[in-house]
């Protein structure tokens, strides 16, 4: 049972670059979601998706899309890469949106020069 | 808006100590708060869920415990050891973003239980 996994676990962009960040949750959880860490600036919610077929905006959705491929895998895309991108960013998932505990991976660290 | 704060920043202890972190939050309309440890280079790992109907928790060697008319949460932690040394993060909910997905996270009070 690896919980919730996330690839790759370091990565180096150009600015202008894309990239996309997976994420898969082998616990049968409904709600999954997309968080950054910056200094300073604690957890931050970018996007998440409360079941199967949504998703929604969290507080800093700019620059970023999501996919929730199927109950498992919620993937983070960036576009065009900016250097304020650059930050820790974790996927987390939860058997339901309210209520319940977050079930963290452990962290993509991406640097956009 | 919601804030959350963690003070100190960070602690080091001696193994054996108990020991208290603190975590305030400025609107008391809160649906629950939740404490979380991260390890370096780690995700974070949920420790207590406190409901805004309770008053604490306990797990093993932590109780948090809740007070929302004064917004405020602590972890104590009994008889620190030195596999409790992490960053410890308090993250809240409030009661009208039930309907989505919008905790508030405090940035954390790193601890340092030294043997």
């Known amino acids: 049972n690896a919980g919730v996994t996330q690839t790759p676990k370091f990565q180096v962009l150009k600015t202008g670059q894309s990239m996309t960040l997976q994420c898969a949750q082998d616990?049968?959880?409904?709600?999954m979601y997309w968080y950054r860490q910056d200094p300073g600036m604690g957890l931050r919610l970018i996007y998440y998706s409360a079941s199967e077929g949504t998703t929604d905006k969290g507080e800093v959705p700019n620059g970023y899309n999501v996919s929730r491929l199927n109950k498992r895998e919620f993937s983070l895309r960036l576009e065009s890469a900016a250097p304020s991108q650059t930050s820790v960013y974790f996927c987390?998932?939860?058997?339901?949106?309210?209520?319940?505990?977050?079930?963290f991976g452990s962290g993509t660290q991406l640097s956009v020069l | 808006k919601q804030e959350v704060t963690q003070i100190p920043a960070a602690l080091s202890v001696p193994e054996g100590e108990n020991l208290v972190l603190n975590c305030s939050f400025t609107?008391?309309?809160?649906?629950?708060l939740q404490w979380f440890r991260q390890d370096p280079g780690k995700g974070l790992t949920s420790l207590l869920l406190i409901q805004s109907s309770q008053r604490e928790q306990t797990s093993g060697r932590l109780n948090a415990s809740l007070d929302k008319s004064s917004g405020r949460s602590t972890l104590y932690i009994a008889a620190s050891q030195p596999g409790d040394s992490a960053t410890y993060l308090c993250?809240?909910?409030?009661?009208?973003?039930?309907?989505?997905?919008?905790?508030?996270f405090g940035e954390g009070t790193q601890l340092t239980v030294n043997p």
């Open positions: 993250a809240v909910r409030r009661e009208e973003e039930t309907s989505g997905s919008r905790l508030t």
């Open positions: 616990m049968n959880h409904n709600s």
């Open positions: 609107d008391s309309a809160i649906y629950n």
């Open positions: 987390a998932s939860s058997e339901a949106l309210n209520n319940e505990k977050l079930f």
